[in-house]
């Protein structure tokens, strides 16, 4: 089953707006981590948060993580039309594997 | 690095035929992941390696998918008898070490398959 469900399922916003995108998870993790992946190619790392770590960044990323409510968000400021891509959330638990969600497309039209 | 190498990019086979997907990890990782994206099913971990060696096989469909890492550098992926079912986009990942201890995956370019 999976462990993450990411929320909306799409998302189309205008170019330098900001987006939002929210996944929950239902068990303990070691760490969440969120991917990016374009029509056609694979998945490209963006981001890890620790469980014991509360808000990161990177460039024009943020994202939060909440245990107590399971659920972590992905936010990218100002938004590009090169940003027009499907997002994944994926937990890390116990183990050497990682369960994705199904994923979020995000259209940001120029 | 030239990151994760997947061969073919795309195949089109008629069911009931042998489907061999190829990988190549990036040099040094110890853990070597197959995955499935369909639009029904998402993104489904198939099996994963650790060192050359199966870990956890529980995601693989049935006895007609088979998965080998004879070294550190090569693994396949093989589909027998194929069956259109088995159409997906099947990506091959890899990661430094463990992922609960912080690392992350790279992926190939995925193999589009294709059984009619």
């Known amino acids: 089953s999976q462990q993450g469900e990411e929320d909306p399922q799409a998302l189309s916003i205008q170019e330098g707006e900001n987006a939002t995108m929210n996944c929950s998870y239902k068990?303990?993790?070691?760490?969440l981590q969120w991917y990016r992946q374009n029509s056609g190619r694979g998945l490209v790392h963006l981001i890890l948060?620790?469980?014991?770590?509360r808000e990161k960044h990177s460039g024009r990323l943020r994202v939060t993580l909440d245990t107590s409510k399971k659920s972590s968000s992905l936010l990218i400021t100002a938004s590009r039309a090169a940003d027009t891509a499907s997002y994944f959330c994926?937990?890390?638990?116990?183990?050497?594997?990682?369960?994705f969600g199904k994923g979020i497309t995000l259209s940001v039209r120029p | 690095d030239a990151g994760v190498i997947q061969s073919p990019r795309h195949e089109v086979t008629e069911m009931g035929q042998e489907v061999t997907l190829r990988c190549k990890p990036i040099?040094?990782?110890?853990?070597l992941f197959w995955y499935r994206q369909t639009m029904m099913r998402g993104l489904e971990l198939l099996i994963y390696?650790?060192?050359?060696?199966?870990?956890?096989d529980s995601g693989m469909p049935e006895d007609r998918f088979s998965a080998k890492m004879p070294n550190a550098s090569f693994s396949t992926l093989k589909i027998q008898p194929s069956e259109p079912r088995d159409s997906a986009v099947y990506f091959c990942?890899?990661?430094?070490?463990?992922?609960?201890?912080?690392?992350?995956?790279?992926f190939g370019p995925g193999t589009r398959l294709l059984v009619l």
């Open positions: 990942a890899s990661s430094l070490g463990r992922l609960a201890g912080g690392e992350t995956q790279y």
């Open positions: 040099s040094g990782h110890d853990y």
């Open positions: 994926a937990t890390a638990r116990g183990n050497s594997k990682l369960t």
């Open positions: 068990t303990s993790i070691n760490n």
């Open positions: 948060i620790r469980s014991n770590e």
């Open positions: 390696f650790n060192n050359n060696v199966p870990i956890d």
